[in-house]
Nanobody, 131 residues
Framework: QVQLVESGGGLVQAGGSLTLSCAAS????????MGWFRQAPGKEREFVAV??????????DYADSVKGRFTISGDNALNTVRLQMNSLKPEDTAVYYC??????????????????????WGQGTQVTVSS
């Protein structure tokens, strides 16, 4: 069983930046796809970003709403991941969740972006962007 621990949420003014971090409880949990999702009040949980690796090559994908503003990164084994959020907007306000896949079975963007494909979840951290 893997636990994910998140940190870095907070209150920031529009245009500001925050960086979220996520650490897996087991160092042996390595090279698994790691994603960030968010859920705004009254909304369905939605995909934000994912980082994965194939061999030694890393890939990152983003929701259209955050492209150019958010950057996902991790250590070599993706045991820890970060989400750097720049140019924040009020519509970015949500609870942000770190998530990890148990397997390596995803093979397309839809798969990596699907909530149902993730097996481990952090507790969530609140990000509030004021205007």
């Amino acid at each position: 069983q893997v636990q994910l621990v998140e940190s870095g949420g907070g209150l920031v003014q529009a245009g500001g930046s925050l960086t979220l971090s996520c650490a897996a409880s087991e160092r042996t949990f390595r090279d698994h796809p790691m994603g960030w999702f968010r859920q705004a009040p009254g909304k369905e949980r939605e995909f934000v970003a994912v980082i994965r690796k194939s061999g030694s090559v890393y890939y990152a994908d983003y929701a259209d709403s955050v492209k150019g503003r958010f950057t996902i990164s991790g250590d070599n084994a993706l045991n820890t991941v970060r989400l750097q959020m720049n140019s924040l907007k009020p519509e970015d306000t949500a609870v942000y969740y770190c998530a990890a896949q148990k397997t390596y079975s995803c093979s397309g963007p839809g798969c990596f972006q699907a909530v149902r494909r993730y097996d481990y979840w952090g507790q969530g951290t609140q990000v509030t962007v004021s205007s």
